[in-house]
């Protein structure tokens, strides 16, 4: 079974930066594509970034220019670096990767922003 770890996440002032790891328990050069979603609380969760197998990039246009996706395919590793946080993006973060056949998902990780 693949499993999803995530880490990084925490308490930042606003303006502050993070990064977000998540860990695989398989290659991640198997999955179409690997993505952070956040969820905020009382709201849907949401899609933030995604890197596809090829290494494409795209991402939420409220997080555009803040947040890079990136990974290392020896430490079947996929980071979320963020920069210039915002109170609203305050939210549970969660990697999800894409398996063709089905999806998997990570436990989440915290990201509390203060003003």
């Known amino acids: 079974q693949v499993q999803l770890v995530e880490s990084g996440g925490g308490l930042v002032q606003a303006g502050g930066s993070l990064k977000l790891s998540c860990v695989t328990s398989g290659s991640i050069g198997t999955f179409n594509a690997v993505r952070w979603y956040r969820q905020a609380h009382g709201k849907q969760r949401d899609v933030v970034a995604v890197i596809s197998r090829a290494g494409t990039t795209n991402y939420v246009d409220a997080v555009k220019g803040r947040f890079t996706i990136s990974r290392d395919n020896t430490k079947n590793t996929v980071y979320l670096q963020m920069n210039s946080l915002k109170p609203e993006d305050t939210a549970v973060y969660y990697c999800?990767?894409?398996?063709?056949?089905?999806?998997?998902w990570g436990q989440g990780t915290q990201v509390t922003v203060s003003s």
């Open positions: 999800n990767a894409d398996g063709w056949s089905k999806d998997y």
